[in-house]
């Protein structure tokens, strides 16, 4: 938890003699960093995600074509040199439409999960932390919100929302921060009986300096995995909501969009199913080893060496 | 056991109530209302004729006097009418439950056979070729789209293949056994794919972890046969949290089946749903919604029940 100490002043050089010679120790995130490298897994994943959102994000200069560039000489074409992924009805090139929309996939699966790793922490942390009616009430209201069936929930309120990307974003968030709530909220709890904590209190931190300093840090390592995972799931529950017909609509694509407009014609150009759900697929399929990995590189409990 | 029973259930009543509030909410939350299916006729309607049909509706008042309303309707086992068939709420789910009931079970058995005997194979036989394959593809199955598996299978089973039926549940006409188990087949399928990756992990982490147990130690070194070990010994421990994740994952089917009984058009409830939703049923939603709830809750119950029951470490707080 510190940060690497500089070398000892000359002073000490002089006085003990094997002082100038001393390494800075092993910081926490040289920890971390050292045990994921040993996931081969997570660390490919990881590799594959960076490709995938530079490709994705880069789609305005990598892209052949505009994503809403249609060709009408070139419809229902099965993938073939100009259009690596064939085109749709309208003659669109498939790749293009599926970097761009790639684009907005990823930024929903991330945000959705920032926003409610943000949301679940925050509330964990004070229903963990000052516990007794707080706790009991936002505990109660936690599972209020569980028992009710995730995706039909989605579906009615996203139904008669505006469907923009930040809209998807607030919806998805506001029903995924439950999982995170619970796992801080005992981490909290756990943590906030430890010595070092009794002893920031007693000399007389305030609350939120011990949250914020002391507890939270050691709640890091939940937090983290949740929110990676987080992510594959936002991805996935987008893509259904598209797929549904609710969530951002076309031309704007976006991977859970374009397979609803493919199934139409799914039996006559396969082509257009496979590759956006192929695409969900192995993002998602990174973003969980990633997660994995993580989570033993976070586990303090976990050997390094 | 009978206290901690009946103190979950009282604990249950307002967790129902809290529920039933934010779902009646979130529903009249929904711009438009059931007069949108008058105008979607086209044909002209005018503003009198659909305030009258708001205020037959009883869609005028404020929103928590129509809450009471409905409250006091449902306790009485009432759920209101159907805005769009007329037909008593309660009537017209159960006429389609039954169908989603099988596709829930039969996903739910499939799961059941499947992952469960995987995962302790996978355990016993750490590092083997059948554990590194049932790893990958357990990976594979939660990060799939469950729709897009469907679409897959749709693609090659019925439309390269022609084995078997895209949709439906029977065809018309046949209602022999062999037909029916063909139309499950897929959607079944489908919603026990995330269960099977799920639970075979599951098992496979938690049988681990017996093993290398000390009363399994125990009955080794006593010259039980292994095979009795494992079964006996192993097996009940290791299935005390695996059946606790099963009780609770019945949560997801209710999701699970809105997709799949969308896409392989099976004439259940979550069809139902939806179409519900694009009529506005305001009746139909809440009985619907509040009937999904309801089972979460009831199996989390269950959960908690078959986990005091069979782990004798927890005693009833």
Known sequence: MTSSTPAPPSSTAAVLPGA?????????????????????????????????????????????YEFDQIDLRNVRKPPSAIHLMGTDDLGRDELTRLLYGGRISLTVGISAALFATVIGAVLGAISGYYG??????????TEIIIAIPTLPLLIIISSYTKASVAVIILVIGILSWMGTARIVRASVHSTKRQDFVLGARM?????????????????????????????????IVESSLSFLGLGISPPT????????????????????????????????????????????SLDPTVRSN | MGRYIVRRVIQMIPLFIGISIIIFIVIQAAPGGPEMTLLATGRFVSPEILD??????????PIPIQYFRWLG???????????????????????????????????????????????????????????????????????????????????????Q?????????????DTGFVDQVKHLIMPATVLSLLY??????????????????????????????????????????????????????????????????????????????????????????????????????????????????????????
């Open chain 2, 161 to 173: 293949l022609g084995w078997l039926p895209s949709s439906g549940r029977e065809t018309v006409g």
């Open chain 1, 20 to 64: 100038a010679t001393l390494r800075p120790p092993r910081t926490q995130t040289k920890i971390v960093w050292a045990k994921f490298r040993r996931h081969k897994a997570a660390v490919v994943s990881a590799v594959v995600l960076l490709i995938l959102m530079i490709l994705c994000y880069g789609a305005p200069w990598i892209a052949p």
């Open chain 2, 52 to 61: 009258a049909y708001r205020t037959r509706l009883g869609l005028d008042q």
């Open chain 1, 253 to 296: 694509p976006t991977w859970g969009n374009m397979l609803q407009d493919s199934q139409a014609t799914m039996a006559s150009r396969p082509w257009l199913t496979i590759f956006p759900g192929l695409a969900i697929l192995i993002t998602v399929l990174c973003v969980n080893f990633m997660g994995e990995g993580l989570h033993d």
């Open chain 2, 196 to 317: 099977i990756a799920g639970w075979s992990r599951y098992m496979r982490t938690s049988f681990l972890g017996v093993l290398n147990s000390d009363y399994v130690r125990t009955a080794r070194s006593k010259g039980l046969p292994e095979r009795r070990v494992m079964l006996v010994h192993g097996l009940k421990n290791a299935a005390i949290p695996v059946v606790t994740i099963i009780a609770l994952d019945v949560a997801g089917l209710f999701s699970g089946a809105v997709i799949t009984e969308t896409i392989f058009a099976w004439p259940g409830i979550g069809r139902l749903f939806i179409q519900a939703m694009y009529d506005r049923d305001y009746p139909l939603l809440m009985g619907i919604i509040m009937m999904g709830s309801i089972m979460v809750v009831v199996f989390n119950l269950v959960a908690d029940i078959a986990n005091a029951t069979l782990d004798p470490r927890v005693s009833y707080d």
């Open chain 2, 73 to 159: 309707a449902a306790l009485s086992g009432d759920l209101g009418y159907s805005y769009k068939s007329a037909q008593p709420v309660f009537a017209v789910i159960m006429e389609r439950l039954p169908a989603t009931i099988e596709l829930m079970l039969a996903a739910y058995l499939l799961a059941a056979v499947i992952a469960l005997p995987l995962g302790i194979y996978s355990a016993i036989h750490k590092y083997s070729l059948l554990d590194y394959t049932g790893t990958g593809l357990s990976f594979l199955g939660i990060a799939m789209p469950v729709f897009w598996f469907g679409l897959m299978l749709q693609l090659i089973f019925s439309v």
């Open chain 1, 132 to 141: 007794g009616n707080v706790d009991n009430g936002l505990m109660r209201f």
């Open chain 1, 203 to 235: 000399i007389g931190c305030t609350d939120r300096m011990i949250i914020t300093r002391h507890v939270l840090p050691n709640v890091m390592g939940p937090i983290i995995v949740g929110a990676t995972l987080g992510v594959g799931a936002a991805i």
